[in-house]
């Protein structure tokens, strides 16, 4: 029996060592991993940047497809529990399609249509005079939503009649139909939103250039710098685009800067209380001699046949009488014009 005792001894230590060694390794593998969790952990934490409810960013989206949007409650909302019709068009999609404008991005979307050269009506009207003046200044509205007519054009939700230039917009949101309990009155086609790209805490520098057909070309700067972390930052972008038309000598040449700045003051962050400063400035010059889609009127025949260019019926041959807007010519004078135009006939 002593002998088995003896024998049994170092094998019952040995087994007590290899577990304690299997014991401690265990609990220093346990500890170093909770170690680098809460590591892992601080640094994610120091990673996230937290956005207010009243914002929206492009850095949530993925590819085509947007997450949230503002349009549905003016908070920053999952598009799938918004009710209304609305529709998000991202920068990624912007780039590929090239659009830099309602007339370049409309043609693309749900239930729109685009007037003048790039669309499918002149938006000229329907009456008895077309006129196509307002379009020559006012391009961006001679759109349709919903067949209707132009959309209100929102600027960050604030209603605006300049027309928005893609090189610092950070995307398009488009609510087809009326909307007055957020937005108030306004078009029953809907509303156009664009969201100006805003300072940001992590430096970035972006240049592009590209060109078109008949001339045309576009370069655009977009660069974002951190002056202090997590607290102070400046973006500055700028766009020169020269746009040429098959029809000569139409262009449309735009001019622009912009720049942005968000400050969250470190000494007036209280827990998860914070308090935001952002402001941004837009300066520009747009110069062009936008494309015509009417043909040109003939207005030198209805001159030689009644002596004016503004008629509606150039002759009544049975009352011999030439007939004027607001005004009926007698018949000595309307014999007169009968006899320039049948001289001028032949």
Do not use: C
């Amino acid at each position: 029996m002593h002998t088995i005792t003896n024998r049994t001894r170092p094998v019952r230590y040995t087994a007590a060592l290899v577990s304690a060694l299997i014991l401690g390794a265990g609990t220093s593998w346990a500890q170093q991993t909770a170690t680098d969790s809460k590591a892992n952990a601080d640094k994610k934490d120091d990673d996230t940047i937290i956005l207010s409810p009243f914002e929206v960013s492009s850095s949530n989206n993925s590819g085509y497809a947007a997450a949230t949007t503002l349009a549905g409650n003016r908070l920053n909302t999952n598009l799938r529990d918004i009710g209304n019709a609305v529709s998000v068009y991202t920068t990624k999609f912007l780039n590929d399609i090239g659009a830099t404008d309602n007339q370049t991005l409309l043609q693309y979307t749900t239930n729109t249509e685009v007037g003048n050269v790039y669309g499918n009506f002149a938006g000229a009207g329907d009456g008895a005079t077309l006129d196509e003046s307002p379009h020559f200044t006012s391009p961006n509205q001679n759109t349709r939503v919903r067949g209707l007519t132009s959309a209100d054009n929102t600027r960050d939700y604030f209603l605006t009649d300049i027309p928005w230039e893609g090189y610092n917009i950070d995307g398009v949101d488009l609510q087809r139909g009326p909307n007055s309990i957020l937005f108030g009155q306004g078009s029953p086609a809907g509303i156009i939103n664009t969201r100006t790209r805003q300072a940001s805490f992590k430096d970035s520098n972006e240049v592009s250039f590209r060109v078109g057909s008949f001339g045309s070309n576009r370069a655009t700067l977009d660069v974002n710098k951190v002056l202090i972390k997590d607290e102070l930052a400046f973006r500055f972008d700028a766009v020169r685009a020269d746009e040429k038309y098959k029809q000569d000598p139409a262009f449309a040449k735009n001019e622009r800067i912009y720049g942005a700045t968000r400050w969250e003051p470190g000494f007036l962050k209280k827990g998860s209380a914070r308090t935001i400063i952002k402001a941004n400035i837009e300066f520009g010059r747009v110069t062009s001699n936008n494309p015509r889609d009417i043909p040109p009127i003939d207005k030198i025949t209805p001159w030689f046949q009644t002596g004016t260019f503004d008629v509606y019926d150039t002759f009544d041959k049975k009352n011999k009488i030439a007939t004027y807007p607001n005004l009926v010519v007698s018949a000595t004078a309307g014999a007169l014009v009968k006899q320039v135009y049948e001289t001028v006939g032949r």
